[in-house]
């Protein structure tokens, strides 16, 4: 006998339907599983040999052969465990297949018939809705992901029998309720706030037109000076997220397998120096999502940036321009969200004094410039914000007055970010950072004072056309957080003392 059970595969964030195909037979026992199946799919045998009989079923002796359809397409994971149970189930006619519920169905079976946990769940569900998909039965450790999708109904099971019993209409589910999304949920940053960091006014002031506009920053500045706790405190004034941005976030963290619940912050990512160029912008045999990835629509925090190796570095200069990313293997290609906001520190030069006010530098001219050329220009020059962060004065630590709280920095922040959405939405962005050459073009409009500004640093500091356009960027997220609709003089100017730093180190 035939049964075709429904369920879906993954490639990258797009899920694609997979009908389980269970053929049975009088003959010689055996089990054959085609369809283009990694080792994990076709190990299921012997999972579902004994979560079958764990359960009181019989593992029929027969000839079996399971087809994954389409067969030209990889099947990867152990998610397609529970459809081949429910399928040999009905093939060898345990359970009546006329009178199963129409279901995707998807889960891993431990042995005992406890149903599992599956990487990738939220965006098969996606796009199943999308493609006419209603009903859903999956493992009760997904429920949290799936609760925020209209129009499907989602039935979470424990085990085996209970599918079994739900599908063969001997037992009735109620679909998990859906939940609507409120993005005003309270994320506490107790210990990484701003209040708490003494002095560094300039850097504080760097961050937050760096995080309003959604820019990326870099501080340089010697050991001690406060530039990993000022990192740290970012995500404390970041904007809250849209139910759209939450939900990119959602699905890359469900197909890299870390989504427990659904997000309400954004991603703060801090990969050690030693990362490898896969760990950082994804790929393995199964091309999953690095970290560049796991930090979209949050932070990506490079601590120490010269340590990390040159190669990997250079891999970020695509997704920082263009927002995402195509991890290539031979037989597949899957491209990424690579939104982000690159925070960045590093030392001037090895001992770390260079250009400090209160240390000397030991460091000779070759190997200040040795230390110094491990970050190309390419690299830099798409860094929106250079800050320098000197040491704090002993006085300045003393200070028993605690400092402006995130929480009034971020109001400022997300008023800017209204202003940003409400302009940029139409054109389907979200932020400063993010403007086309047109979207600068048309926002971006100086005065006669203004343009002479800029055109006489443009010449001296022999800025690049990519700096330029950056640097307007700047200066209208300085504008947004002044209120203004136009951008002055005075924004153009405090725009281009952030893009000084690559002249002073220059690699």
């Not at 990835?293 to 200069?317: I, K, M, Q």
């Not at 040491?391 to 300045?396: G, H, L, S």
Request: hydrophobic share 40%; proline share 5%.
């Amino acid at each position: 006998m035939l049964a075709l059970i429904k369920s879906f595969g993954l490639k990258g964030l797009d899920g694609f339907p997979v009908q389980a195909e269970i053929d049975m037979h009088s003959g010689m026992p055996t089990y054959d599983i085609v369809g283009l199946a990694d080792t994990a799919v076709k190990e299921s045998k012997e999972r579902v040999r004994s979560a079958l009989k764990n359960s009181g079923y019989q593992y029929p002796v027969a000839a079996v052969v399971v087809n994954l359809a389409p067969a030209d397409v990889k099947k990867e994971g152990s998610l397609y465990d529970l459809p081949i149970a429910i399928g040999l189930l009905a093939a060898s006619k345990q359970i009546p297949y006329d009178g199963l519920k129409k279901a995707v169905v998807l889960g891993e079976l431990s042995l005992n018939g406890e149903v599992r946990k599956v990487n990738g769940l939220l965006p098969m569900i996606i796009t199943a809705v999308q493609q006419g998909e209603t009903a859903f039965v999956i493992p009760k450790e997904n429920a949290n992901e799936a609760v925020f999708i209209e129009g499907a109904e989602i039935y979470a099971v424990d085990n085996l029998i209970q599918a079994v019993e739900f599908l063969t209409n001997r037992t009735e589910l109620q679909p998990l309720p859906i939940r609507s999304w409120k993005n005003d949920v309270q994320v506490k940053y107790s210990d990484n706030d701003f209040k708490y960091i003494k002095g560094q006014f300039a850097a504080k002031r760097a961050m937050e037109i760096a995080v309003a506009g959604g820019h990326n920053i870099i501080m340089i500045g010697p050991p001690g000076a406060g530039k990993t706790m000022l990192a740290r405190a970012v995500p404390s004034i970041m904007p809250n997220l849209t139910f759209e941005e939450a939900l990119e976030v959602a699905k890359i963290h469900s197909v890299s397998g870390q989504l427990d619940g659904f997000i309400y912050e954004r991603p703060f990512r801090t990969p050690h120096h030693s990362s490898t160029m896969v760990s950082l912008t994804g790929g393995g045999n199964k091309a999953r999502p690095g970290e560049i990835s796991l930090a979209h629509n949050g932070v990506l925090f490079l601590d120490e940036l010269p340590e990390y190796n040159r190669h990997t570095l250079e891999t970020l200069r695509q997704p920082l321009e263009d927002g995402v990313i195509t991890v290539a293997r031979n037989a597949l290609s899957v491209t990424y969200p690579a939104d982000f906001m690159l925070v960045a520190s590093m030392n001037p030069c090895p001992c770390g004094n260079y250009g400090s006010a209160t240390v000397e530098c030991k460091c000779t001219a070759s190997q200040i410039h040795r230390y110094l050329n491990k970050l190309s220009g390419p690299l830099l020059d798409r860094i929106d914000i250079h800050i320098e962060v000197d040491n704090v004065t002993y006085d300045q630590l003393q200070v028993d007055t605690l400092s402006e709280p995130s929480s009034v920095i971020r109001e400022r922040v997300n008023k800017a970010r209204d202003i940003q959405l409400a302009r940029l939405s139409p054109s389907g962005r979200r932020c400063n950072a993010q403007m086309t050459s047109a979207d600068i073009k048309k926002y971006c409009k100086l005065d006669t004072e203004s343009a002479s500004l800029l055109k006489d640093s443009f010449e001296k500091l022999n800025l690049t056309a990519r700096a330029y356009n950056r640097i307007l960027k700047v200066a209208r997220t300085i504008a947004d957080l002044d209120g203004s609709a136009d951008i002055t003089s005075r924004h153009i100017a405090e725009s281009l003392q952030y893009r000084m730093l690559d002249r002073k180190y220059r690699v």
